[in-house]
């Protein structure tokens, strides 16, 4: 059975401290929401960046996907970090690490030194996404956790949808390319300092690395299953994200139409995750996570039957929706399935395996594509949401034994 599978979770109520708000707020909450936002401010200017350093369009799109290499390259290393030196450590450095990369951006004099910027703002990322999973599991009482992570993923949202509006903004008012990325630093540096001021207080998470087992530790068969969990949930939701718009634009929606809906869709999220809360504490995040499955599954299911604006719009939000009500579920189960004595390494193994599906999922599902149309790379993606259902479910029924 998966570790925690049981929504009333068993230990010590003391074994792990209660945060309030207000310390979660300034402690986790919102540096997450910053660095996203600074990161989504500055993707869009980073192509007229790499133009402007004489990149040709086919080189400038290879550009932004450093930002995705470094996440995966400094993964496995930013775990070994957050274990030796913890969480509270590490929080701050990789906050320091986006915004050193956002600075290089700006000050890059060629396109060597803006690729490596861009590798260490990927890094910056992933090391920042292990060490606040790691560190709120050590933090939270796990009957917290579950909720804890759900709405931060919904401060990762409002980075997203911000950033990008500051981004617009910041151009708007400047007519610069790089403001954009000027913007974006100074969201880094404010989450940064942050984190920084929240370690002097003595109150960010945890404060004190544990020592920590050589080498992964934990049952093998629950690691594999969890993982292939992660590889299938990752892979959906990016395939969703790919799909809507191709789908809209072949049949006849145009990009001003479309931006429209991916706008309204992230909006509606939002619901899907204040749903996703309450429906949790009822039914359990597992279970919870399960229907988020198996929402998006039956959406790209329907995506195959797709015959007009109107019918598309209703998927694409309903999709939207189900993603919502499994927000922070994955953070949830790498925190659970990860042993305590060398949790930081097994939280950035899976956060590997999910970015490394983020790429291959889209990849063959683009290929079903290729190879034949539309319907029936929703179909593949939908085959993929489909396993990873019957996954969560397999563990239920065991856990029920």
Not at 151 to 176: K, N
Not at 253 to 271: C, E, K, P, R
């Amino acid at each position: 059975m998966f570790p925690g599978m049981r929504t009333n979770v068993s230990g010590p109520r003391n074994a792990t401290a209660r945060p309030n708000t207000a310390v979660l707020l300034r402690s986790a909450y919102l540096p997450a929401a910053l660095l996203t936002g600074a990161a989504t401010a500055a993707l869009p200017a980073i192509i007229a960046v790499s133009l402007e350093h004489g990149a040709s369009p086919a080189e400038a799109g290879v550009v932004t996907t450093a930002i995705a290499a470094g996440n995966m390259i400094a993964t496995l290393p930013g775990g070994r970090a957050v274990a030796r030196f913890g969480a509270g450590r590490m929080l701050p450095v990789s906050g320091g690490l986006i915004a050193a990369a956002l600075l290089g951006i700006l000050l890059a004099p060629g396109l060597p030194l803006l690729i490596v910027s861009m590798l260490a703002l990927g890094a910056g990322s992933g090391v920042h996404t292990v060490a606040r999973i790691a560190g709120l599991t050590d933090q939270l009482h796990p009957d917290r956790r579950a909720e804890v992570f759900s709405v931060l993923s919904a401060w990762l949202r409002v980075g997203m949808v911000a950033g990008p509006l500051l981004g617009a903004g910041a151009y708007a008012l400047t007519g610069q390319v790089h403001s954009p990325v000027v913007a974006g630093l100074g969201l880094a540096v404010i989450a940064a300092v942050l984190h920084v001021a929240d370690r002097q207080t003595g109150s960010s998470v945890d404060q004190k690395p544990r020592r920590t087992a050589p080498g992964l530790t934990g049952n093998r068969g629950e690691v594999l299953r969890v993982g292939a969990i992660h590889a299938a949930v990752t892979s959906r939701r990016h395939i969703k994200t790919i799909l809507v718009p191709l789908i809209a634009l072949s049949i006849g929606m145009d990009v001003g139409q479309v931006s429209l809906l991916t706008a309204v869709a992230s909006v509606v999220g939002f619901g899907g995750i204040w749903l996703g809360i309450r429906l949790g504490r009822i039914l359990g995040p597992v279970r919870c996570g399960t229907l988020s499955c198996a929402g998006i599954s039956i959406g790209l299911i329907a995506m195959m039957l797709v015959s007009g604006p109107l019918w598309l719009s209703a998927v694409a939000l309903g999709i939207e929706v189900a993603t919502g009500l499994g927000a922070g579920f994955l953070s949830l189960l790498a925190s659970r399935t990860a042993p305590a004595e060398n949790r930081a390494p097994m939280i950035a193994l899976f956060q590997l395996v999910s970015e490394a599906s983020a790429v291959i999922g889209p990849a063959a599902v683009m290929g079903v594509v290729a190879l034949w149309a539309l319907p029936a790379g929703a179909a593949a993606g939908a085959v993929i949401g489909v396993a990873g259902t019957c996954l969560l479910i397999r563990g239920q029924a065991r856990d029920t034994r």
